[in-house]
């Protein structure tokens, strides 16, 4: 079993920034991918970036050149950068090791025009 701690949630205004960070309870070696998804109201959970153990990443379309995630061992960050209020949603912490996924609680963030 794997224990998802997520933070750096919140409000914050259009065009303002965020840190989302989520640390893992198992070592870095057998962290295959972290990632992270949203859900907002009424909607799909959907992907919003990943990223696998040799470091390449994956970012959804709507996200690209405004988001960034990293990887520090156990830990994933997303960077949010000039965020727009149709980013506000519940984002979930993803990781998979050995061939299991596990999901944080998921974090607030609310984007104000």
């Known amino acids: 079993q794997v224990q998802l701690v997520e933070s750096g949630g919140g409000l914050v205004q259009a065009g303002g920034s965020l840190r989302l960070s989520c640390a893992a309870s198992r070592s870095s070696s057998s962290l295959e991918a972290m990632g992270w998804y949203r859900q907002a109201p009424g909607e799909q959970r959907e992907l919003v970036a990943y990223?696998?153990?040799?470091?390449s990443t994956n970012y959804a379309a709507a996200v690209k050149g405004r988001f960034t995630i990293s990887r520090d061992r156990n830990t994933v960050y997303l960077q949010m950068n000039n965020l727009k209020s149709e980013d506000t949603a519940v984002y979930y912490c993803?990781?998979?090791?050995?061939?299991?996924?596990?999901w944080g609680q998921g974090t607030q963030v609310t984007v104000s025009s």
């Open positions: 993803k990781v998979r090791s050995e061939m299991t996924s596990y």
């Open positions: 990223i696998f153990g040799g470091g």
